[in-house]
């Protein structure tokens, strides 16, 4: 038998998620899930290129990803998972699979393949679904194929990231900011970029940090643990805090999203905006609170090794 893909293993999940009287591991599911495939020990034990874990459990958990983006499945600690009231609402018996087609008309998956600010373009979202039904990249490059993926790879390890990021403390918060503002070359060292970070009392700012090692000039922090999208008059507070200091340099940083009239507000005083998305991707680019998993190489032609006038 063939190994199943990751969307042919999405409605089995489900209805094996629906038998369960309480959330259960995911490896126990993958267990449950290999035991009912048919499959031979040979197929379950295809590990990846890399050899971190089976092809199978791999597909599993990819079918668990995009099922907890629609919103289906949800985890109520590390590990588990089980039903959404969305999900036990869905009548399983009635359905003969569950594609990435039927997950679109889902607002959190369909945000998640195309971006929150595209999930209303009809155009864009008919393509993928076109795409999705038809699982065809021949107009793509293998670069392309490439990219696409490590794109949605990363855009999962983001989401992981923030929800992360949001169920630690605001002190948690604090000492993540400054690891990702040391990262990424400012505030000297780590003791001297804690001791900016949370120890000021000026009203609306939580930092000031150098921006060189030197210390030549100073930026001013604001970094907040929100749920809630910042708005204009928190960008206005911070604004007078910073005319009050003489300050030139403001960075907000927030765990959610910001306003168009904030971020309006924001660009007319030059204040760098840092919002929960954007925070992750730096926090992915410069290697904090990640690893890497695995590395690909992309090999061409050294076109100097076969130049005989090298020789």
């Known amino acids: 038998m063939t190994l199943p893909t990751y969307d042919q293993l999405m409605l089995p999940l489900m209805k094996l998620l629906a038998e369960q009287k309480e959330a259960i591991k995911l490896s126990s599911a993958t267990k449950i899930l290999a035991e009912r495939s048919g499959l031979s020990d040979d197929d379950l034990n295809l590990r990846l290129s890399s050899g ?11 079918a668990k990803t995009y099922l907890v983006k629609a919103g289906l499945i949800q985890q109520p600690s590390r ?7 969305l999900g036990w609402s869905i009548d399983l018996s009635n359905l003969p699979n569950i594609t990435n087609q039927y997950l679109m008309q889902f607002e959190g998956f369909s945000n998640y393949k195309i971006g929150a600010n595209q999930n209303k373009n ?20 293998p670069e392309e194929i490439i990219e696409q993926s ?29 690891d990702l503002l040391v990262a990424m070359g400012y505030g000297g060292s780590h003791q ?15 930092g000031i940090i150098s921006e060189d090692r030197l210390g030549l000039d100073k930026i001013y922090i604001q970094a907040k643990r929100w749920e809630n999208t910042v708005g204009r008059p928190d960008i206005q507070q911070f604004k007078g805090a910073l005319a009050d200091q003489v300050a030139k340099k403001g960075v907000f940083i927030t765990t959610s999203s910001f306003s168009k009239e904030a971020i309006e507000s924001a660009k007319k005083s030059g204040i760098v905006l840092i919002d929960g998305d954007k925070l992750t991707s730096l926090m992915v680019e410069f290697g904090l609170g990640v690893q890497v998993e695995h590395s690909f190489h992309i090999y061409k032609i050294d076109q100097d090794r076969f130049d005989e006038d090298n020789f």
């Open 52 to 62: 971190t874990k089976t092809v199978f459990y791999d597909r599993v958990g990819w």
């Open 79 to 85: 590990g588990l998972c089980e039903l959404s009231s």
């Open 122 to 141: 009809i155009q864009n979202l008919t393509l993928i679904e076109e795409r999705d039904a038809s699982h065809q990249t021949e107009h793509l490059t």
């Open 150 to 178: 490590s794109n949605e790879l990363n855009q999962t390890i983001k989401d992981e990231l923030l929800n992360k990021i949001k169920s630690n403390s605001p002190k948690f918060f604090e000492q993540l900011v400054v």
């Open 192 to 206: 001297d970029a804690a001791q900016a970070i949370g120890k000021t009392s000026d009203g609306g700012v939580d």
